[in-house]
């Protein structure tokens, strides 16, 4: 039975302190499930935009954004014939005509007409990643990268 905070058991009182309290037991459980859940880690899938006026790089910036969130779709045999595996990537993105789309994959030096950023973007009715849309930072690196040239490097 409970009164006033005081758990009371056939004539024994469970309190806090009490050699037979599960009170402490209990606080720590709950401390260590608390404190385990959290994640002091960066993000999964985060790829911060390179410091200063460094360009884009296509093979250190760009293709891990793809491993990490594309190629479950697009590996071998891709959806809509894409594969964004790496060293195939490149060369099926840049100037080449979308199958699932009107308009090239990427435009080079021009992202707002490019299909890979309006899919990523989600201002297309199927966005990628059918997951969710990626983060702000990684849509604005794909962005500079193709507004820097699109480069292969």
Request: hydrophobic share 40%; glycine share 14%; net charge negative.
């Amino acid at each position: 039975m409970i009164r006033a905070g005081k758990v009371f058991k056939k004539g024994k009182k469970y309190l806090p302190g009490n050699s037979n309290s599960i009170f402490w037991p209990c606080v720590l459980l709950l401390v260590v499930f608390v404190g385990g859940c959290s994640d002091h880690g960066d993000p999964v899938g985060v790829i911060e935009p390179p410091g200063g006026n460094d360009p884009v790089s296509f093979s250190t910036d760009i293709q891990p954004v793809f491993d990490m969130n594309c190629i479950g779709c697009h590996g071998a045999g891709g959806n809509a014939g894409l594969d964004l595996r790496n060293g195939l990537s490149f060369n099926n993105l840049v100037g080449v005509e979308a199958t699932a789309s009107t308009g090239l994959r990427v435009v080079v030096g021009d992202a707002d007409t490019s299909v890979l950023y309006q899919r990523l973007f989600g201002a297309m009715v199927a966005p990628m990643p059918p997951s969710g849309v990626l983060p702000e930072s990684v849509q604005s690196l794909v962005a500079q990268w193709i507004n820097e040239g699109a480069l292969n490097n």
